[in-house]
């Protein structure tokens, strides 16, 4: 079976808008031109799946059922226009978290690649034929680590004041998912 390539992620400022630990599912608002956006990577073969970190689990900030009423609201929203992630990974952990279940090191939070190595695992995809995209530098940074073939940063929900002087090679550096998108995979 040939391998899949993915289009990874990064949820909140990216996919959907960032709203400062989002724990509501009324507060679930997707980016601009997601249509277009999906239509454009399933026309060119690509799995779309979900990298987050999402240490508000750790922190106490929210619950693991108000980030799944989170995620549901999210699928309805992409139901609509008829489509469906293939893929989501959340980390929930912290290492200064509160809650102790999830409170240490991992290697699965952001910039390290544990997500998307299992996602590949899960998914057989091939990283080396496959994007990453975010909003912050640890994004990036997690998609370089894990071996994807590009990485870019968008300029919505941090991006605004990511510096990318900090990492070792030159990536796309995009206004919004859109331009990323089509500027990485044309
Ligand atoms: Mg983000
Ligand atoms: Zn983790």
Redesign the pocket.
């Known amino acids: 079976m040939p391998a899949n390539k993915a289009c990874f992620l990064d949820r909140d400022g990216v996919l959907i808008e960032e709203k400062d630990y989002l724990c509501d599912p009324d507060g679930v608002v997707l980016c601009d031109r997601v249509e277009e956006i999906f239509k454009h990577l399933r026309a060119r073969g690509y799995k779309v799946i979900i990298i987050s970190n999402q240490a508000g689990i750790a922190k106490g900030y929210f619950k693991e059922e108000q980030l799944i009423a989170v995620q549901k609201r999210l699928d309805e929203l992409l139901a609509r226009f008829g489509e469906k992630l293939d893929g989501v990974y959340y980390?929930?952990?912290h290492a200064n978290g509160v809650i102790p279940e999830y409170t240490r090191e991992?290697n699965?939070?952001k910039p390290a690649p544990?997500m998307l190595l299992q996602a590949a695992k899960d998914h057989n995809i091939d990283l080396s034929q496959s994007i990453m995209i975010g909003d912050r530098v640890t994004d990036l940074q997690a998609g370089l680590n894990a071996g994807c073939r590009a990485v870019a940063l968008v300029r919505t929900g941090h991006g605004h004041k990511a510096d990318l002087s900090v990492l070792p090679v030159s990536v796309t550096d995009a206004p919004d998912l859109y331009t990323a998108i089509t500027t990485l995979i044309p």
Do not use: K, L, P, V
Request: with cysteine.
């Open positions: 980390c929930y952990h991992c699965c939070r544990g």
